[in-house]
C-alpha cells in the first residue's frame, strides 16, 4: 500500500504531512508523558522486529499463495497507540530511506495511511473495546481480523483519493476504488490472522504482556475536538483547493459521455429537474465551492471549511440528542 | 528450497552495502547532511510538481542523478537495483493511462501520441528520478547523518532516538528472523511459506527474544550511562564550501525549471 513519490501532488503530499505531523507530535507528548524510560528502546526493538517479521512469508490456507504482516495493530497492541504509531514512523522511514519502499515525499501520506489507522482505528476503536472487559482467544482472534480489515480498507481508500487529488491517473474514483478495495479485504484478512495468532501466542505464554495495569487516560472531548478542527481546516482548507481544478471521478464520466460536468436533464422530468435545480441555486450558501460570482480560491477553501463545519455540528448535535436520550432512558 | 531466505539476506547486506557507501571519504559525502537533504527535497518537489504531460520538462533534471552518481562513484546498476523495486506499483497505476487517456496529445511525424502514454511515461520518469534522488542521498549521508540533520531541523528527540535504535537493531533482527526461517524451511521442504497453524508460535518466539532483548539492551545502556540523547556524529557546522554546494544545485535546478517554462 506504500504511495510512492511520482503518485502524488505537493499539495496533497504536504497536506499529509501535516495531518501525521499533528497526529505525531500528539503521540510523543503521550509517550513522553508516560516518562517510562525504558519506552524508546523498547519501540525501538519492536520496531525492528516488525521489520524483520515482515519478509516471513505466511503461506495462506487452501490458496497456493502467501501474505505477510504490516505491523501496525501488533505493535499498538504491545506499547499502546500512541508509542506504537511512533514505531511505525520509524519502519516506515526505514522501508523509505533504505529500501525504496514508498518515498521520502510521500512519507506523510504513507504514514497516515498505514500508522494512523492501524494504530488509532484498529486498535484504539475497535480491538481495544472488544478486548477491554474480557479477553480469550476468540475475541482476540475476531478483534485482530476486524481491527485489520477496517484498518487496511480505511488506508486503500486514503490512497484512492490521495492519488485521484494527486491527479496521476486516468481512472476514475469508482475504477480505482473498485480495484483498490477487494485487494486490501484480503490483505488485511490475512494481516488480521497473523496478529491473531501472534497475539494468542502471547497470551498463552505471556498473559502479563498484553494485560496494562497503567491507570487509563481521561478522555478528553477537548482535545479530541481541537485534533478534529485541526484535520477539519487541513483536508478542508488545503485538499479542497488540490481537488478543485479537475473535475472528479463521477464529473469525468459524465463528461466523458456528454461533453460536460454537468448532466443535462432531456426526458419528461427535465421540468422537474430544472425546478428543483433552480431551487438549489437559489439556497445554496456557496454554489460550486465557491463565493457567489467569484473564482477566488480562498472562496474554494472557505467553502471547504465551512461545510466541513457543518458537517461536524450536525454530528456533534445528533450525539448530543443521542446522549439526551440515553440518559432519559437510563433513568426512567 | 522453496522458501525464499534471499529476501532477507538481501536486506542485511542492502544495509551494510549502503553503510559503507556512506562511510567513503568522497568530497560529496562531506557535504554537510542537512545541505544534501535540503537538496533532495528541493529536487523532488520540483520533480512532482510537474504536470502529467510536461514531458519536455521532466527531461533535463536527468542531470542530477547523473551528476550525483559519476560524483559518488556509485554504480548506475546499485541505483538501479533500488528503481526495479518501484516498477510494479508505477505499471499498476500507469498502465490505464493509455486505456482510458487515448486521445491524441501530441504528434510527432505525423503519428499521433495519446495523452495516457505521455503521463504513463511521466509517471515512471518521476518515480526513476525521486527513488534516485532518495537513494543517492541516503548512499552519501547514511542514517547516522540525516539523524543529524533532523535533530538540526529541530525534529523531536524521542522520535530520532527511536528511529536511531530500530536502524542500529534491524540487521540485527533480521539475522534472528533468518535463522528461524531458516531453521523452519528446513523442517518444511516444499512448502512456500510459514504453515498457519504454527504463526503464532514462530513470530510469537521472535517476539519473546525481542522483548527480553529490549531489557538487556535498556539496562546496557543505562550502564553506559544513557541520559535519553545519543551522541550521533561528531556535530559539524556547514561550511562555506557546503554553501555553495546547496546555492549551486539551487540555481540549477531554478534554471532547468523557469527555462523550460519560458522556453515551452
Redo the contacts between chains.
Keep these: 500500500m506504500?504511495m510512492?513519490?511520482?503518485?502524488?501532488?505537493?499539495a496533497v503530499?504536504a497536506t499529509m504531512y501535516a495531518a501525521s505531523g499533528v497526529t505525531?507530535?500528539y503521540s510523543?507528548k503521550k509517550?513522553?508523558f508516560e516518562n517510562d524510560?525504558?519506552k524508546?528502546?523498547?519501540?525501538?526493538?519492536?520496531?525492528?522486529?516488525v521489520?524483520?517479521?515482515q519478509?516471513?512469508?505466511?503461506?495462506?490456507?487452501g490458496t497456493?499463495?502467501?501474505g505477510h504482516?504490516c505491523g501496525g495493530l501488533l505493535l499498538s497492541i504491545?506499547l499502546g497507540p500512541y508509542a506504537g504509531f511512533?514505531?511505525m514512523?520509524?519502519?516506515l522511514?526505514?522501508q523509505?530511506?533504505?529500501?525504496?519502499?514508498g518515498?521520502?515525499?510521500a512519507l506523510g501520506a504513507n504514514i497516515w495511511n498505514m500508522a494512523f489507522y492501524g494504530c488509532f482505528v484498529g486498535y484504539l476503536l475497535i480491538y481495544r473495546p472488544l478486548t477491554k472487559k474480557t479477553m480469550n482467544r476468540t475475541k482476540i482472534m475476531l478483534a485482530s481480523v476486524l481491527g485489520s480489515v477496517i484498518s487496511l480498507q480505511l488506508g486503500a481508500f486514503s490512497v484512492t483519493l490521495e492519488?485521484l487529488f494527486s491527479?496521476?491517473?486516468?481512472?476514475?474514483f469508482g475504477?480505482f476504488l473498485a480495484l483498490m478495495q477487494p485487494i486490501h479485504l484480503a490483505i488485511g484478512t490475512v494481516e488480521g490472522?497473523?496478529t491473531g495468532?501472534?497475539v494468542?501466542?502471547?497470551y498463552n505464554?505471556?498473559p502479563e504482556?498484553l494485560r496494562k495495569d497503567a491507570p487509563e487516560g481521561k478522555f478528553s472531548y477537548k482535545k479530541v475536538m481541537v485534533i478534529l478542527g485541526v484535520t477539519v481546516l487541513l483536508i478542508g482548507g488545503g485538499l479542497s483547493l488540490a481537488a478543485s481544478s479537475n473535475p472528479d471521478g463521477l464529473e469525468w464520466s459524465i463528461e466523458k459521455m456528454t461533453g460536460s460536468t454537468e448532466m443535462n436533464a432531456k426526458d419528461n422530468y427535465a421540468d422537474t429537474v430544472q425546478s428543483a435545480a433552480k431551487v438549489q441555486e437559489k439556497t445554496a450558501l456557496l454554489p460550486d465551492y465557491a463565493f457567489p460570482d467569484s473564482n477566488s480560491p480562498a472562496g474554494t477553501s472557505f467553502s471547504g471549511i465551512f461545510g466541513a463545519a457543518i458537517v461536524a455540528a450536525v454530528t456533534v448535535g445528533c450525539c448530543v440528542l443521542f446522549k439526551m436520550f440515553r440518559k432519559k432512558d437510563s433513568t426512567t | 528450497m522453496a522458501?525464499?531466505m534471499a529476501?532477507?539476506t538481501d536486506?542485511i547486506f542492502?544495509?551494510h552495502e549502503?553503510e559503507e557507501m556512506a562511510d567513503r571519504k568522497l568530497e560529496v559525502n562531506k557535504v554537510h547532511p542537512l545541505v544534501k537533504l535540503v537538496i533532495?527535497?528541493a529536487y523532488?518537489?520540483l520533480?512532482?510538481?510537474f504536470h502529467?504531460y510536461n514531458l519536455p520538462g521532466l527531461l533535463p533534471f536527468i542531470l542530477y542523478p547523473l551528476i550525483l552518481l559519476k560524483l559518488s562513484d556509485i554504480p548506475v546498476k546499485a541505483c538501479l537495483g533500488?528503481?526495479r523495486?518501484?516498477l510494479p506499483?508505477?505499471l499498476f497505476?500507469?498502465i490505464?493511462?493509455p486505456?482510458?487517456?487515448s486521445a491524441p496529445y501530441v504528434y510527432i511525424a505525423g503519428i499521433g501520441i495519446s495523452g495516457?502514454i505521455i503521463?504513463m511515461v511521466t509517471?515512471?520518469l518521476?518515480?526513476m528520478y525521486?527513488?534516485s534522488a532518495?537513494?543517492l542521498?541516503?548512499a552519501t549521508t547514511g542514517?547516522d547523518g540525516?539523524c543529524y540533520a533532523l535533530r538540526l531541523l529541530h525534529i523531536?528527540n524521542?522520535?530520532v532516538?527511536?528511529?536511531?535504535?530500530?536502524?542500529?537493531?534491524?540487521t540485527?533482527?533480521?539475522a534472528?528472523?533468518n535463522g528461524v526461517?531458516q531453521a523452519y524451511s528446513l523442517r518444511a521442504p516444499g512448502?512456500?511459506?510459514?504453515?498457519?497453524k504454527i504463526?503464532?508460535?514462530?513470530?510469537?518466539q521472535?517476539?519473546?527474544r525481542?522483548?527480553d532483548?529490549?531489557?538487556n539492551?535498556?539496562e546496557s545502556?543505562l550502564l553506559r550511562g544513557f541520559n535519553?540523547e545519543f551522541a550521533y556524529i561528531k556535530k559539524t557546522k556547514a561550511q562555506g564550501r557546503d554553501y555553495a554546494f546547496l546555492s549551486l544545485w539551487l540555481g540549477i535546478f531554478a534554471v532547468l525549471y523557469f527555462g523550460i517554462k519560458i522556453l515551452i
Design positions: 506504500h510512492a513519490d511520482a503518485l502524488i501532488a505537493p503530499a505525531t507530535a510523543i509517550v513522553r524510560p525504558k524508546i528502546p523498547t519501540m525501538g526493538i519492536m520496531s525492528a522486529f521489520f524483520a517479521t519478509m516471513i512469508n505466511f503461506t495462506i490456507p497456493g499463495s502467501s504482516l504491545l511512533l514505531s514512523v520509524s519502519v522511514l526505514i523509505c530511506l533504505l529500501f525504496a519502499d518515498g521520502l515525499l492519488t491527479g496521476i491517473t486516468a481512472l476514475s475504477q490472522l497473523i495468532t501472534v494468542i501466542f502471547l505464554t505471556r504482556l | 522458501i525464499n529476501k532477507i536486506a542492502a544495509v549502503l533532495t527535497l523532488m518537489i520533480v512532482v510538481s502529467k533500488k528503481i523495486g518501484l506499483l508505477l497505476i500507469g490505464f493511462n486505456i482510458f487517456d495516457g503521463s509517471l515512471f518521476k518515480g525521486c527513488i532518495s537513494f542521498l541516503i542514517i540525516i523531536p524521542i522520535l532516538t527511536q528511529f536511531l535504535l530500530t536502524y542500529r537493531y534491524i540485527v533482527l533480521m534472528e528472523a526461517y512448502e512456500k511459506g510459514v504453515k498457519y504463526w503464532g508460535s514462530l513470530i510469537g521472535l517476539l519473546l525481542s522483548i532483548r529490549a531489557g539492551l535498556y545502556m535519553g
